[in-house]
């Protein structure tokens, strides 16, 4: 399976934007790499996903490299809600279906 | 609100007890699984269905007994267990036969064996 290495944690200030950085440098062609985050004392929330190109949502933006092998979540103006473990994940198509393996992500803190 | 509710939120049984938990989806979806989060490790895939039919099972104990008698919910029977079973058991649910697959994860269910 396709792993994913990312910081244990980051700091960010309220209403700053954040870098979430993930490599993945063993992708393969049909992984999708996905953005989940999990809020304390919740379960685990989508965020975002991406193929190649970079994406947008509501709630953030992915940037992809060029050569697939890192991506980096942003938040535009973080918030204390945002604050959370994020979780970057390779989901592999290639079979019956996707499973995704979760590993540690990194721990976001928002200071007010 | 996620579309995937969990019951109980909260559980504590004796290692003699059987007990179930209980989740189910309101999102149409053809897909759910059950995830087991311990303290301080990522979350492990336990169980997949697929269309009612289990396609996974991540080599979790037999004291571990899932059921999902339709598309709409999934069942986790548990008896006998031990108290390094808890932890925090979550499910999923996902619209398989698209790309890619999102999941949408109910709050948990938090499990205590004493």
Redesign the interface.
Known sequence: DAKTTQPNSMESNEEEPVHLPCNHSTISGTD?I?W?RQLP??????VI?GLTSNVNNRMASLAIAEDRKSSTLILHRATLRDAAVYYCIL?N?GG??????????TKLSVKP | ETGVTQTPRHLVMGMTNKKSLKCEQHLGHNAMYWYKQSAKKPLELMFVYSLEERVENNSVPSRFSPECPNSSHLFLHLHTLQPEDSALYLCASSHQGGLPDTQYFGPGTRLTVL
């Open positions: 999708y996905h989940y004392s919740q379960g685990p929330e989508y996903h989901g198509y019956s279906q996707g499973n995704l393996i979760f590993g540690k992500g």
